[in-house]
């Protein structure tokens, strides 16, 4: 078995597209349906892809840990978190690295959902 996708509640959909497609880089699928709602498929390998739903958030005034790998979280791979690091600091973007002392850093999306890259 293996994660076909992970999907993400969002509130505004353009500035989620900034941070997915412009910051990390990632492509958006053109082959997204009109579900009735607005939102962006992206992909990471084949097969694999982020869905991002702009819907109201169902967790709405839930307090998450502040250090993103402590919550619920998608971990991808990158090949260089020294330029994904940069990539985060130019956008002010607020991360923390690993505590486990492995080559990850984890940092959270416009709307707060957390994210953990691992080097690879």
Sequence with gaps: MR??????LVSNL???RRFYGDLLGLK??????DLG???????LE????????QLPDSDS????????GRDRHVALSVPNLEALSARLLDAKIQFSLSRSGRRALF???PDGNALEFVES
């Design 3 to 8: 994660i076909l996708h992970a999907s993400f």
């Design 14 to 16: 353009e500035a989620s």
């Design 28 to 33: 958006a699928d053109p082959g997204r349906p």
């Design 37 to 43: 709602f607005p939102g962006i498929w992206y992909d």
């Design 46 to 53: 084949p097969g694999q892809q982020i869905h991002l739903l």
């Design 61 to 68: 005034g839930r307090i998450a840990p502040e250090h993103a």
């Design 107 to 109: 940092c959270r999306d």
